[in-house]
């Protein structure tokens, strides 16, 4: 997969890695508090997704991970602060991913969407409910679809009796 992302420029590749951690600080904060707990579910879960599942996600969040913790710090520290303003400024920057994705494959644009999903609604899981795990939230609820992205899918053939 990671060949196939190679051929993209270097900028664009970037804002696709960037996305897990953006993803993570947008679910983490729409409630108006960013809590660790959160956070670190988010660092496992790209660990887990870099050896688990299909071999086209597992090249993908094995190459987020190399420096995962990196870039949140990176992104916590000039995110806005206000609830409000942070997640306008996280959704415009996923939303610049589209003309991303619609550039790929179609099978392969569809994975990273759906991944990207996927990866939003582990992180909302993460506080809240029994043991911090299962409830997701009003704020979140409304962001776990990643409503500013594009969804790609791809309607698989169905096998001719």
Not at 12 to 26: F, G, H, S, W
Not at 79 to 100: C, V
Request: no cysteine; charged share 30%.
């Amino acid at each position: 997969m990671l060949h196939q992302l190679r051929n993209l420029p270097a900028d664009e590749l970037q804002e696709l890695l960037d996305a897990i951690p953006i993803i993570a600080l947008l679910i983490a904060g729409a409630d108006g508090e960013i809590e660790g707990e959160e956070l670190a579910q988010s660092e496992k879960i790209t660990k887990i997704r870099g050896y688990s599942g299909g071999e086209v996600m597992q090249e993908f969040y094995d190459k987020v991970g190399e420096d995962y913790n990196e870039r949140l710090n990176r992104w916590l520290k000039v995110i806005p602060k206000d609830t409000a303003e942070r997640t306008a400024d996280l959704s415009g920057r996923l939303e610049k991913l589209n003309p991303i994705l619609a550039k790929l494959a179609p099978e392969l644009g569809a994975e990273l969407y759906k991944s990207f999903t996927s990866f939003a609604k582990h992180v909302a899981k993460a506080s809240g409910g029994f043991l911090g795990f299962g409830s997701i939230n009003k704020e979140e609820a409304e962001l776990v679809d990643l409503p500013m992205l594009t969804p790609i899918i791809v309607e698989k053939e169905e096998d001719e009796a």
